[in-house]
Structures are given as structure tokens and as C-alpha cells.
């Protein structure tokens, strides 16, 4: 068997083409549009590059994107509050927290604060557990894809 070029942007392109017309659908039924909101502490360039391609990706598949920047002195107690208030609302079911986050803020805590079924990036550890026992409720993208890729 040869060697395949896959086209990464192509691909991405066409899985956001779907998710939108998914999404439209939902909504032409008059469900709600899901929601992510996206979370950064401070001003690392490539972490502001990122968030900016997340809301841009939303943007495109039709999803509503929050973005949440708090400044580089943010206070763990603020940031907890904030994910408080996003757990409790139903028009956001994903919640993604930038990393890395400044000295002041406990990644553990803030990681464990998000809702299991809210937590995007899948590191709350009753969903790494579950990743670890095959049981997932929600597979976030780099543990499917590494689980697609071993399987090749």
C-alpha cells in the first residue's frame, strides 16, 4: 500500500461544512445552537492565535462561540466564578480553558470546576478515568484522533 497525502485543511473544511448544516437543521427545528465558550487568562501570542482560530471555526459551523479574556492578574477566585456561571447556562455546553494559565491560578482546580459534560478538552479527571476504562461520555479531539491513528 503507498503513501496517502491527506489534505488537513480540505478535511477540517468539510467536517465544519457538515456540522453546519447539522446545526441549521437543529435550529430550522427550532432547537437552540450549541455553544462553546472559550476561555483565555492573559496574553500569550500563540494562545491568543488559537482562540482566535476556535471562534473562527464556531463561526463557520454555525455554532454560537463565546470568548471570555480576562487579563493576566485575574484572580483564581474570579475565574472559578466565571466557570460557575458558565456551567450553570444552557446555551453553553462546552467550556475550554486556555493553557497554560498564569502562576497565581491552579490548572488542577480550574480543570475539576468545569462540568465533566461541559469539559471540551476531556482533562476533568472523571472523564480522563473514563478515557482510560474505554467508557467515554465525550472524546475530545486529540484522544480520538491518537485512538483513530493506533488503529491504522
Known amino acids: ?11 477540517a473544511a468539510d467536517l465544519r461544512e457538515q456540522v453546519r448544516v447539522q446545526v441549521a437543521e437543529r ?3 427550532g432547537q437552540r445552537r450549541p455553544g462553546l ?9 500563540a494562545s491568543q492565535v488559537y482562540v482566535r482560530n ?23 477566585a ?12 444552557e446555551a453553553i455546553d462546552g467550556i475550554l480553558i486556555q493553557l497554560p494559565l498564569p502562576p497565581q ?3 488542577d482546580t480550574v480543570t475539576e470546576r468545569i462540568l465533566p459534560s461541559k469539559d471540551v478538552d476531556g482533562f476533568h479527571p472523571y472523564n480522563v478515568g473514563r478515557l ?6 465525550l472524546r475530545s479531539c486529540t484522544p480520538k484522533g491518537s485512538s483513530r491513528a493506533s488503529t491504522r
Open 1 to 11: 500500500m503507498g503513501a496517502r497525502l491527506l489534505d488537513g485543511k480540505a478535511i
Open 27 to 29: 435550529v430550522s427545528r
Open 37 to 45: 465558550a472559550v476561555v483565555l487568562v492573559g496574553g500569550d501570542p
Open 54 to 76: 476556535k471562534r473562527s471555526a464556531c463561526e463557520a459551523a454555525g455554532l454560537h462561540s463565546e470568548m471570555h479574556v480576562l487579563s493576566a492578574d485575574t484572580t483564581e
Open 78 to 89: 474570579a475565574l472559578l466564578a466565571l466557570i460557575d456561571d458558565l456551567n450553570a447556562r
Open 105 to 107: 491560578i491552579n490548572p
Open 132 to 137: 482510560a476504562l474505554r467508557q467515554p461520555l
